[in-house]
């Protein structure tokens, strides 16, 4: 009865009704230690949904197929880490875990192609179902970066109408999820999606929210702005606002947050719009210029001898963090990056549009070993939050506080709506007054079923 009851509380999944959706880029298996992430270091705990990402396209089989059969499969004495990630579903039964196919690395052309023939199309959803069922994936998550873009055709944008049709048809036969990761950027999202035919058949659509600035700008810019200038589309925002003009149910829409940073070289004064260079600098985990990873960033600051030095711009919700300036190059390295009081002003922004929740690239660049200080301004924009949530564990500081501020932004709006109830002197930024009425609503009734929870729980810790 104890073991029973230890499991139960254990292996439950995160304590609110919203989705977060967890990538796992699976190549960071090959990272140098302490970098290197594997599906072991994974806690399912702390998601609702995992995403294996990458599998890729056989164009010449119009067939899904592994871009890394040792990793991926178990043939061969391979790694198995398909079913490694799905068998997590035994010990964790909220967990809904699927394969992403895509990504940025595997180019638009060849699904540009395999869409465009009907009989190509209707052989890839035929194999496509067979292949994530075969290794017990709950169902598929469209990476095609991006359909009409990078050598696709204008015809993309009906023809993955047409994909997504056909595929949730099939899906639906075997209660499979059908998702995609959706562009942020007005022009891709103009030209690549007819967003609410889409809609229509995906469950969520996971929206990239990030890469808006990055050193191919030639200029030091922020990562991801959760806001910007009135007239400026780069931004969260902008991105979220303009999908659900163009149709889209914000019941369908996840929020996604990086857990990385855009990296410059500058021989200025490394502050915003600094002229900088090309490529940017690399970390010693991720080794891709322009890239830093969370943990890499994290590890650096919470170094009091490393020299950097960070600020944070309340406008944006963004940090930048700059070095020293390199004695032999002259050069200032900046990263401009989402902190955890990014993130948890991201939440609470996607609470209010009452949207399905967030997702995250990715996990393996969280601080999931818990190496770095804790920041301490994570909730220093919630009204409600005197002193942070205690955490049992140091480790994913990012995800632990994506589910804290999940809860206490619904509390935080619930609470908005009882004290002011048609008050318009106090209406809350980004939310009809409508809006606010339905979300008390969901959110009384998701404390009260969360309340009734504990009490069982409590009744059961105390039965032993
Ligand atoms: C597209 O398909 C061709 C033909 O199979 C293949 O050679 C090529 O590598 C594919 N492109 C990408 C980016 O994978
Ligand atoms: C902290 O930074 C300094 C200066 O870069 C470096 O020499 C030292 O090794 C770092 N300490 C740790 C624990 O990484």
């Given at each position: 009865?104890?073991?029973?009851?230890?499991?139960l509380v254990?292996f439950?999944?995160?304590?609110?009704?919203k989705?977060v959706?967890?990538?796992i880029?699976?190549?960071?298996?090959?990272?140098?230690?302490?970098?290197?992430?594997?599906i072991?270091?994974?806690?399912?705990?702390?998601c609702?949904?995992?995403?294996?990402?990458?599998?890729?396209?056989?164009i010449?089989?119009s067939?899904?197929?592994s871009l890394?059969?040792?990793?991926?499969?178990?043939e061969?004495?391979?790694?198995?880490?398909?079913?490694?990630?799905?068998?997590?579903?035994?010990?964790h039964?909220h967990?809904?875990?699927?394969?992403?196919?895509?990504?940025?690395?595997?180019?638009?052309?060849?699904?540009?192609?395999?869409?465009?023939?009907?009989?190509?199309?209707?052989q890839?959803?035929?194999?496509v179902t067979s292949?994530?069922?075969?290794?017990?994936?709950d169902?598929?998550?469209?990476?095609w970066e991006?359909?009409?873009?990078?050598?696709?055709?204008?015809r993309?944008?009906?023809?993955?109408?047409?994909?997504?049709?056909?595929?949730?048809?099939?899906?639906?036969g075997?209660?499979?999820?059908l998702?995609?990761?959706?562009?942020?950027?007005?022009?891709?999202?103009?030209?690549a999606y007819?967003?609410r035919q889409?809609?229509?058949?995906l469950?969520f659509?996971?929206?990239?929210?990030?890469d808006?600035h990055?050193?191919?700008?030639?200029?030091?810019?922020?990562?991801?702005?959760?806001?910007?200038?009135?007239?400026d589309?780069?931004?969260?925002?902008?991105?979220?606002?303009?999908?659900?003009?163009?149709g889209?149910?914000?019941?369908?829409?996840?929020?996604g947050?990086p857990?990385?940073?855009?990296?410059?070289?500058?021989?200025?004064?490394g502050?915003?719009?600094?002229?900088?260079?090309?490529?940017?600098?690399?970390?010693?985990?991720?080794?891709?210029?322009?890239?830093l990873?969370?943990?890499e960033?994290?590890?650096?600051?919470?170094n009091?001898t490393?020299?950097w030095?960070?600020?944070?711009d309340?406008?944006t919700?963004?940090?930048l963090a700059?070095?020293?300036?390199?004695?032999?190059?002259?050069?200032v390295?900046v990263?401009?990056?989402?902190s955890?009081r990014?993130i948890a002003?991201?939440?609470?922004?996607?609470m209010?549009?009452?949207?399905?929740?967030?997702m995250?690239?990715?996990?393996?660049?969280d601080?999931?070993?818990?190496?770095?200080?804790?920041?301490?301004?994570?909730?220093?924009?919630?009204?409600?939050v005197?002193?942070a949530?205690?955490?049992?564990?140091?480790?994913?500081?990012?995800?632990r506080?994506?589910?804290?501020?999940?809860?206490l932004?619904?509390?935080?709006?619930?609470?908005?709506?009882?004290?002011?109830?048609?008050?318009?002197?106090?209406?809350?930024?980004?939310?009809?007054?409508?809006?606010?009425k339905?979300?008390?609503?969901?959110?009384?009734?998701?404390?009260?079923?969360?309340s009734?929870?504990f009490t069982?729980?409590?009744?059961?810790?105390?039965?032993?």
């Amino acid at each position: 009865m104890r073991v029973a009851i230890i499991k139960l509380v254990a292996f439950a999944g995160p304590a609110h009704d919203k989705v977060v959706v967890c990538y796992i880029s699976t190549w960071a298996v090959y990272r140098p230690k302490p970098g290197a992430y594997s599906i072991e270091h994974f806690d399912p705990s702390l998601c609702t949904h995992a995403v294996y990402a990458f599998a890729g396209l056989d164009i010449t089989q119009s067939a899904i197929k592994s871009l890394d059969p040792w990793q991926d499969l178990k043939e061969e004495y391979g790694k198995g880490g398909y079913e490694r990630l799905t068998a997590l579903k035994n010990s964790h039964p909220h967990l809904k875990v699927s394969l992403a196919i895509g990504g940025w690395n595997e180019g638009s052309k060849n699904y540009s192609t395999m869409v465009a023939n009907p009989l190509q199309r209707g052989q890839f959803v035929k194999q496509v179902t067979s292949f994530v069922r075969k290794y017990n994936f709950d169902g598929l998550d469209l990476d095609w970066e991006y359909p009409t873009q990078r050598g696709g055709s204008p015809r993309d944008r009906e023809n993955f109408v047409a994909l997504t049709k056909e595929l949730r048809e099939e899906f639906d036969g075997y209660g499979l999820i059908l998702t995609s990761a959706i562009g942020a950027a007005k022009n891709v999202i103009d030209q690549a999606y007819d967003v609410r035919q889409i809609s229509r058949y995906l469950d969520f659509l996971h929206i990239m929210c990030y890469d808006y600035h990055g050193s191919w700008d030639h200029k030091v810019g922020y990562n991801a702005p959760l806001m910007a200038a009135a007239v400026d589309p780069l931004s969260v925002q902008f991105s979220i606002d303009y999908l659900l003009k163009q149709g889209a149910p914000p019941s369908k829409l996840v929020l996604g947050l990086p857990f990385y940073g855009r990296t410059f070289k500058t021989a200025l004064q490394g502050v915003l719009d600094d002229a900088s260079d090309g490529a940017g600098f690399q970390g010693p985990y991720t080794r891709e210029d322009g890239f830093l990873g969370y943990n890499e960033i994290c590890i650096t600051l919470s170094n009091k001898t490393s020299g950097w030095t960070k600020q944070w711009d309340g406008q944006t919700s963004q940090m930048l963090a700059r070095a020293e300036r390199n004695v032999f190059t002259q050069d200032v390295n900046v990263v401009t990056f989402d902190s955890s009081r990014s993130i948890a002003n991201k939440v609470k922004f996607a609470m209010r549009k009452r949207l399905a929740g967030v997702m995250v690239w990715s996990v393996d660049t969280d601080d999931f070993l818990g190496e770095c200080e804790i920041d301490e301004d994570t909730f220093a924009d919630f009204r409600l939050v005197k002193t942070a949530p205690r955490r049992l564990n140091h480790n994913y500081p990012l995800l632990r506080t994506i589910n804290e501020a999940t809860t206490l932004a619904l509390e935080e709006i619930a609470a908005d709506e009882i004290v002011v109830p048609d008050d318009s002197e106090n209406e809350i930024p980004h939310g009809s007054i409508a809006d606010r009425k339905n979300a008390a609503a969901s959110v009384i009734s998701l404390s009260l079923t969360s309340s009734l929870l504990f009490t069982l729980l409590l009744g059961l810790a105390y039965s032993l």
